[in-house]
């Protein structure tokens, strides 16, 4: 009884994990039956499974349907929002051309009135040595008033 035996020791009942030598645990060699698993005693319990499967299942469904609907929803409301920014962006780059061409239009405008006071300031200067002392006064005198120019003239 005390002397050591050749066999080699048996696995652990239930089919347990093995311990080898130099591996670590290994995986049993063979699983039981899955009979063996789930007996016969249990099997009221288990033939309810497949309602609560398709109840489960149903419920999935409806429950990703009701998501869809809101992702539907929620896009729907998204693609209304972004139909509404981009056609207030048109209309922004419209009112943005239209005050763009005002702008360069008043530039222009500006420009050529700057150009029409520089000639006249000339056609003045060359003129006005030509006029007698008394009239160069009055006409430098008209100049200067002339240059003075408050807002509620221009109206």
Same mark, same amino acid.
């Given at each position: 009884?005390?002397?050591?035996? $050749?066999?080699?020791?048996?696995?652990?009942?239930?089919?347990?994990?093995?311990?080898?030598?130099a591996?670590?645990?290994?995986?049993p060699?063979?699983?039981?039956?899955?009979?063996?698993?789930?007996?016969?005693?249990?099997?009221?319990?288990? $033939?309810?499974?497949?309602?609560?499967?398709?109840?489960?299942t149903?419920? $999935?469904?409806?429950?990703?349907?009701?998501?869809?609907?809101?992702?539907?929803?929620?896009?729907?409301?998204?693609?209304?929002?972004?139909?509404?920014?981009?056609?207030?962006? $048109?209309?922004?780059?419209?009112?943005?051309?239209?005050?763009?061409?005002?702008?360069?239009?008043?530039?222009?405008?500006?420009?050529?009135?700057?150009?029409?006071?520089?000639?006249?300031?000339?056609?003045?200067?060359?003129?006005?040595?030509?006029?007698?002392?008394?009239?160069?006064?009055?006409?430098?005198?008209?100049?200067?008033?002339?240059?003075?120019?408050?807002?509620?003239?221009?109206?």
């Amino acid at each position: 009884p005390g002397a050591p035996s $050749s066999r080699p020791p048996s696995p652990p009942l239930g089919g347990g994990l093995q311990r080898g030598a130099a591996a670590g645990w290994l995986p049993p060699a063979r699983l039981p039956p899955i009979g063996m698993m789930f007996p016969q005693s249990r099997h009221s319990a288990s $033939s309810h499974l497949p309602q609560q499967l398709k109840f489960t299942t149903s419920d $999935s469904c409806d429950r990703i349907k009701d998501e869809f609907q809101l992702l539907q929803a929620q896009y729907h409301s998204l693609k209304l929002e972004c139909d509404k920014l981009a056609s207030e962006k $048109s209309e922004m780059q419209r009112h943005y051309v239209m005050y763009y061409e005002m702008s360069y239009g008043l530039n222009i405008e500006m420009h050529k009135q700057a150009e029409i006071v520089k000639r006249l300031n000339g056609i003045c200067a060359q003129v006005l040595p030509y006029l007698s002392q008394e009239h160069q006064q009055q006409v430098l005198g008209a100049i200067e008033r002339a240059k003075q120019v408050t807002a509620p003239e221009l109206n």
